[in-house]
């Protein structure tokens, strides 16, 4: 008898607990996950122009990417020595305002070389952001852009007065130069867009 009042008890305590992880899930609050303002997800429209230098070479193919479409998929052989004769530069027209943080899926081999992303505005200023964490070291993931790292490139002919409020063009570029020798690689770019919390 005593067991029996001990089994009842212990199967009372699980319907309780089973109740109550039922009604926890029901009522667990929603995570809010950051929305995606795409730039481009290389699915239709590949409208990207090219600015190459004159000893760089490249081939532009796209692959599939699993659970995202397609990707870029970029094999670049820069073989001069400075930012002039080695750089690939891939470029987009916008016309929009940026009011986030800039994110992108880069997967590299790690072969050298300098990264930059750089925003353009209507009056001709360039805000951009130098990087070779991807370049260094094989890297296959989301990078962050902050936009408060961008900052004003030399050759910027607006007012100097940083605002995302009306940008006309964004571009990716890799580069070899005396500090970062890249080599010929392979990297995979998609998936860039503005996140945003609304
Ligand atoms: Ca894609
Ligand atoms: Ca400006």
């Not at 990207?48 to 692959?63: A, D, L, P, R």
């Not at 002039?84 to 899926?105: A, F, M, V």
């Not at 007065?161 to 005396?178: L, T, V, Y």
């Amino acid at each position: 008898m005593q067991l029996v009042g001990k089994s009842l008890i212990a199967f009372i305590l699980i319907v309780i607990v089973v109740i109550l992880m039922i009604f926890f899930s029901i009522n667990a609050p929603t995570q809010v996950l950051p929305q995606k303002d795409y730039l481009q997800s290389f699915e239709s429209g590949h409208n990207f122009t090219f600015e190459v230098g004159n000893h760089s070479q490249f081939n532009v193919t796209f692959v599939p990417h699993e659970g995202f479409g397609e990707m870029f998929r970029l094999r670049w052989r820069p073989e001069g020595r400075d930012v002039q004769e080695t750089i690939l530069r891939l470029k987009q027209s916008l016309n929009r305002s940026i009011e986030g943080d800039i994110h992108l899926y880069i997967k590299t081999e790690g072969k050298g070389g300098v990264m930059s992303f750089f925003l353009t505005e209507t009056d001709n200023d360039v805000w951009i952001f130098y990087t070779t964490i991807p370049m260094q070291q094989p890297y296959d993931g989301d990078l962050l852009i902050p936009l408060q790292n961008l900052s004003r490139a030399h050759w910027s002919q607006g007012d100097g007065n940083k605002s995302f409020a009306s940008i006309k063009e964004f571009a990716i570029e890799f580069f070899s130069d005396g500090d970062q020798q890249a080599s010929m690689q392979v990297i995979y770019l998609d998936d860039i867009f503005v996140s945003t919390t609304g």
